[in-house]
């Protein structure tokens, strides 16, 4: 097994406007080889996740939010990975 310190990490970073409270963070952490987790907030609401997991939850979040409106102006934006 690999140390945190011999993996590479991604994190993936993008703000959702919240109509009372400004904006809440979402951030994907990927670990080469490993595993991911999702943070909503503050870091607080913590997923960790399996990559099937993550495809399964990708496909099922997909087909839940696209049932419920057109994606929003904001959503689209490139999101590029940063090292920390």
């Known amino acids: 097994m690999t140390t ?3 993996t590479e990490r991604r994190f993936y970073r993008l703000r959702a ?3 009372t409270a400004g904006s809440s963070a979402v951030t994907v952490r990927v670990t ?3 595993d991911l ?3 909503v907030g503050a870091g607080r609401r913590r ?3 399996t990559p099937a997991e993550a ?3 990708w496909r099922c979040l997909s087909e839940a939010v696209a ?3 057109a994606p929003p102006d904001w959503i689209r934006v490139p999101i ?3 090292a920390r």
Do not use: I
């Open 55 to 57: 495809w399964a939850l």
């Open 17 to 19: 406007p919240h109509p």
């Open 4 to 6: 945190t310190t011999d």
């Open 47 to 49: 997923m960790y996740l």
């Open 67 to 69: 049932s419920t409106s």
């Open 37 to 39: 987790y999702v943070a």
């Open 32 to 34: 080469e080889g490993e």
């Open 80 to 82: 590029t990975p940063k």
